[in-house]
């Protein structure tokens, strides 16, 4: 065991040498001190508290989209004319406004105000669902139009509660 132990420990203390010894470009230095410092516990605690507003967010989310669905009661394009190459079915019955758009919405605005930096990805995750539910025949163009400007609304709303 003893020999396991020197090796590892000898293994160890010549990787920490050339550590040492390197010269990192200068972003990657930036993003090593980045790194440490959010495991700290400051940024693990902002990831908590962001997914904890992202609940009432989705929340509100779920919510609205109930009450809106059964209030307009517009039937899905895929129900009117199916589409020719996607046989999706839907969670529910009716399309305005999209529930999928208002949630990724809801849930990435939340998150994106806590970590400005993951926006752009986050919109980018949250747009592609809402152009899937159009292009799968699932939604109309405005169904996911409101439930983007919706969902954006609620995810604000929720982290402004939460700030």
């Not at 292009?135 to 919706?150: K, N, T």
């Amino acid at each position: 065991m003893n020999a396991v132990l020197s090796y590892v420990s000898s293994s160890d203390s010549r990787i920490a040498d050339r550590l040492r010894g390197w010269s990192p470009p200068r972003w990657f230095c930036l993003a090593m001190l980045a790194a440490t410092r959010f495991g700290d516990g400051w940024g693990w605690l902002g990831v908590a508290g962001a997914l904890a507003a992202g609940v009432p967010a989705a929340a509100l989310s779920v919510a609205g989209f109930m009450v809106l669905k059964r209030a307009f009661k517009r039937p899905r394009p895929c129900e009117i004319v199916p589409h020719p190459l996607f046989r999706v079915r839907p969670p529910d019955q009716f399309s305005f406004p999209s529930g999928h758009t208002m949630a990724a919405f809801s849930v990435g605005t939340v998150i994106a105000l806590h970590f400005p930096l993951l926006a752009p990805a986050l919109g980018l995750v949250a747009l592609g669902i809402a152009v899937s539910r159009v292009v799968l025949g699932l939604h109309y163009l405005s169904d996911v139009v409101v439930g983007a400007l919706l969902g954006t609304l609620f995810g604000f709303t929720a982290y402004m509660a939460f700030r």
